[in-house]
C-alpha cells in the first residue's frame, strides 16, 4: 500500500506539497490543485510525483449532486465534472465524492435517500458525470455512507451495476460502514469482504479508526488510527493482497504530530505482520 495523508496545512503549490510529504516519509496524498489549476501547476504536480515517487490518490469533490434546488444540483454537478476533468489531468487514481443527500445537509440523513426514486437519481447522475468527461486515466467513485448510498457491500454491487459505467469505481472507508456493535466487534470481517468483493475496482482508501462508547443510545466515535479497535493488521493485509500501490490517506486529524503517530502506528502494525484480529487477544 502507498500510506499517506491529507495536510493540516492546505497548499495549492504543487512543490511544496510534494516536499512536505516526502520529508515526512508519506507516500500519497489528495491532489493538492483544483478544477481552476493552470495547465503549468497541473505538468509541475505530475513532475513531483515522479520525482518523490508519490501517488495522487484522489481528487476530492464533497457536495451534494443531490441537492433539492434544481440550481445548486447543476453547480453541484458541474463541479463534479469539473474535478473528474483534473483527476484524469493530474493522472488521480480516482475522483471522488459521495452521492449525495435529499435533505439540507450534503451528507446528512434524509427520508427519500433510500428510495427507489433516489437510488434512480445516483444513478443517472454519476453517468451523467462520467459522460460528459470520458476520463482515460482515473475513475469516479462514491465514498460509502451511513446516511445514503452506498452504504453497504450490497447496496455497491447493485449501484455498479446499474450505472454500468468501467470509469465507475470504487472507494473504500471502512469507519463510514461500522454503524452496530456487531459491525464493531467484527470489523475484520467486513473489511475483508469488502476487499476481496471488489478488488480492483477499489482506487482509494481512507484511515481512520471507530471506539464504542458506553450507555443509550449507542454511540460509535471516531478517533485517530490506534486509539480504537478497527482491524488494521487485515486491513492492511488485504489491500496488499490486491494492488501494494493502493493508497490509504488517514485524514479527519487536526495537528502534524496526530498524523505522525497514526502513520507510525499504521506502518508499525503493516511491519510487525500481525494477522489477528484486535478482538482475538
Not at 80 to 91: P, R
Not at 106 to 132: H, K, M, S, Y
Not at 264 to 281: G, H
Request: charged content about 25%.
Amino acid at each position: 500500500m502507498k500510506l499517506g495523508v491529507k495536510l493540516v496545512h492546505k497548499t495549492q503549490d504543487p512543490e511544496q506539497w510534494a516536499l512536505r510529504l516526502a520529508e515526512k516519509g508519506y507516500q500519497a496524498g489528495e491532489c493538492p490543485l483544483n478544477a481552476e489549476a493552470s495547465d503549468a501547476d497541473i505538468s509541475l504536480l505530475r513532475k513531483m510525483t515522479k520525482t518523490h515517487d508519490l501517488v495522487v490518490a484522489e481528487v476530492g469533490v464533497w457536495n451534494s449532486p443531490l441537492d433539492r434546488d434544481p440550481l445548486i444540483r447543476q453547480q453541484s454537478v458541474d463541479y463534479c465534472q469539473q474535478q473528474l476533468a483534473l483527476a484524469d489531468k493530474v493522472g488521480a487514481r480516482c475522483c471522488v465524492n459521495i452521492s449525495g443527500s435529499r435533505g439540507p445537509v450534503r451528507n446528512g440523513p434524509d427520508a427519500q435517500n433510500f428510495t427507489e426514486d433516489t437510488f434512480a437519481l445516483v444513478v443517472d447522475t454519476v453517468r451523467d458525470i462520467i459522460d460528459v468527461v470520458k476520463p482515460k486515466r482515473t475513475f469516479y467513485a462514491l465514498e460509502c455512507m451511513p446516511f445514503m448510498v452506498p452504504d453497504s457491500i450490497a447496496s455497491y454491487q447493485r449501484l455498479i451495476k446499474a450505472i454500468d459505467r468501467e470509469a465507475f469505481a470504487v472507494h473504500f472507508d471502512p469507519v463510514n460502514m461500522i454503524l452496530t456493535p456487531r459491525d464493531y466487534y467484527h470489523n475484520g470481517a467486513m473489511i475483508q469482504k469488502f476487499l476481496q468483493t471488489f478488488g480492483h475496482k477499489i482506487k482509494s482508501c481512507h484511515a481512520k479508526d471507530v471506539q464504542i462508547q458506553p450507555g443509550f443510545p449507542v454511540h460509535i466515535q471516531e478517533v485517530r488510527p490506534g486509539l480504537g479497535q478497527l482491524d488494521y493488521a487485515t486491513y492492511i493485509r488485504e489491500i496488499n493482497k490486491i494492488d501494494p500501490n493502493l493508497p490509504l490517506i488517514i485524514e479527519h486529524l487536526h495537528t502534524e504530530e496526530e498524523y505522525q503517530q497514526a502513520f507510525q502506528y499504521i506502518t508499525e502494525v503493516e511491519n510487525t505482520k500481525i494477522a489477528i484480529s484486535p478482538f482475538s487477544l
